[in-house]
């Protein structure tokens, strides 16, 4: 199985991916990390990613979610996952990977991301992040106003499986 925390910048998405993970025995990948040097460049400037630049990037998540699967590894990665079309190619008909999605509100992610240290990505591509997401349907949903804890303890309960 894989499970997929999706949301726009600021969510939490890795904070929750790296708990959860910890607490089913799992591994934790960032797809940030998968990210070629252009886009995190691009990011760092301030300058959204479009299209063009994702697609590359989900190919290579793609093959990390493959990679996972014909392992029998069972994985958490953080993703953004904005569109829908991205969670299509990302999941395919596979049964194995399940979505998480983390939603706030702009308020409350513009305050996390004031505050976050050390990462590429700032306050200025939450706006475009905004506009680009398309709000997923027939998925695991958390409020990011809970204590991370709460978050995984929720996404372990909702998918009926047991924390190591």
């Given at each position: 199985m894989v499970i997929i925390i999706m949301g726009v910048e600021g969510t939490g998405k890795t904070t929750i991916g790296k708990l959860l993970a910890r607490k089913l025995g799992w591994k934790f990948y960032d797809a940030d990390d998968y990210h070629p040097k252009r886009n995190i460049e691009?990011?760092?400037?301030?300058?959204?990613?479009?299209d063009e630049d994702r697609w590359p990037w989900l190919k290579e998540v793609r093959k990390l979610i493959d990679s996972s699967l014909n392992l029998n590894e069972p994985s958490v990665i953080a993703c953004s996952a904005l569109k829908s079309s991205y969670r299509q190619y990302l999941k395919?008909?596979?049964?194995?990977?399940?979505?998480?999605?983390?939603?706030?509100?702009?308020?409350?992610?513009?305050?996390?991301?004031?505050?976050?240290?050390?990462?590429?990505?700032?306050?200025?591509?939450?706006?475009?992040?905004?506009?680009?997401?398309?709000?997923?349907?027939?998925?695991?949903a958390c409020d990011i106003s809970r204590q991370p804890e709460e978050i995984a303890d929720y996404i372990i309960e909702k998918l009926e499986l047991s924390a190591s």
């Open positions: 691009k990011m760092a400037s301030g300058l959204p990613l479009d395919r008909e596979e049964k194995k990977i399940i979505f998480v999605y983390l939603k706030g509100d702009k308020n409350t992610i513009t305050k996390r991301l004031a505050s976050r240290k050390g990462h590429f990505a700032g306050t200025q591509l939450l706006e475009s992040q905004l506009q680009t997401l398309e709000e997923p349907e027939g998925v695991i």
